[in-house]
């Protein structure tokens, strides 16, 4: 056995049943909600996302292109207006927002793949029906010696359901 299932009809019982297993020092929890729940995110404890991240990179990324690649056309193309100089920041601060929007964007929805992992192929271990169907489910992966302990405070949250996973 991997690790152990446990269905919850209450959202509030499986947060603290969630919390405390944590408190305990299990840290490889799957929680299963049919709705998404912030409840949820406060009882992993994650980190914040990198996500952020890649959106920075992106649109700093995004803005320098946008500048260069305006530059660079107007230089290889000159049109000289008035004696101004050829390559002037103040027109091409349009063309650069818009690159910056463009590869931000599309680089925060790559991040948001790489991140999360997507798509993941197969069926998730712990993963009953019942969890779509309005219940609550805790999947918890321990080490075989552990299981018992962690059956011992799952059912002390009374939960509707305890079974082993393989």
Request: aromatic share 12%; glycine share 12%.
């Amino acid at each position: 056995m991997r690790g152990l299932v446990a269905r919850f009809r209450e959202l509030d019982v499986m947060v603290d049943a969630a919390k405390e297993l944590r408190r305990q020092g299990f840290v490889h929890l799957t929680l299963y909600s049919p709705t998404p729940r912030h409840e949820l995110e406060d009882a992993m404890g994650h980190p914040k996302s990198n996500v952020r991240l890649y959106t920075l990179i992106g649109g700093l990324l995004g803005v320098s292109f946008g500048y260069w690649i305006a530059i660079w056309a107007s230089e290889w193309w000159p049109l000289v207006v008035g004696g101004k100089p050829i390559p002037s920041w103040v027109p091409y601060t349009i063309f650069g927002f818009e690159v910056m929007v463009l590869i931000g964007g599309l680089a925060t929805v790559a991040g948001l793949f790489i991140t999360s992992r997507t798509p993941k192929i197969g069926t998730l271990a712990g993963y009953d029906p019942g969890f779509s169907h309005g219940d609550y489910g805790i999947y918890i992966e321990a080490p075989p010696n552990q299981l018992g302990r962690v059956e011992q405070i799952l059912r002390s949250f009374e939960p509707a359901e305890v079974r082993g996973e393989r």
